[in-house]
Nanobody
Framework: QLELVQSGGGLVQPGGSLRLSCATS????????MLWYRQTSEKERTMVAS????????RYIDSVRGRFTISRDNAAKEAYLQMDDLKPEDTAVYYC???????????WGKGTLVTVSS
């Protein structure tokens, strides 16, 4: 059964940390790059981080580089987004995505809300 199950969101104060998880099943996880997106109240969904199939290549947007870390565990079929030094502007619904064009993989999680507020 195809699943991308997200967890780890919540309310945190500025400067705090959260780790988002994306547990997957139902497809060949190692054939897919994994990406994290966020969507603000303005409804624009923006990619914030990505990681290659092997985990050897990571990409980040400038606003999160140095604060966020994407990782994956191919044995566990899970992807993660470690978020440190969170800022109010990081508040958004965060989505994980599995993308493997060669195998026709393009699947999204349901999203989890991260709220950064004092």
């Amino acid at each position: 059964q195809l699943e991308l199950v997200q967890s780890g969101g919540g309310l945190v104060q500025p400067g705090g940390s959260l780790r988002l998880s994306c547990a997957t099943s139902g497809f060949t996880f190692s054939d897919a790059a994994m990406l994290w997106y966020r969507q603000t109240s303005e409804k624009e969904r923006t990619m914030v981080a990505s990681i290659s199939q092997s985990g050897s290549q990571e990409r980040y947007i400038d606003s999160v580089r140095g604060r966020f870390t994407i990782s994956r565990d191919n044995a566990a079929k899970e992807a993660y987004l470690q978020m440190d030094d969170l800022k109010p502007e990081d508040t958004a619904v965060y989505y994980c995505r599995a993308l493997g064009l060669a195998d026709g993989i393009d699947y999204w999680g349901k999203g989890t809300l991260v709220t950064v507020s004092s």
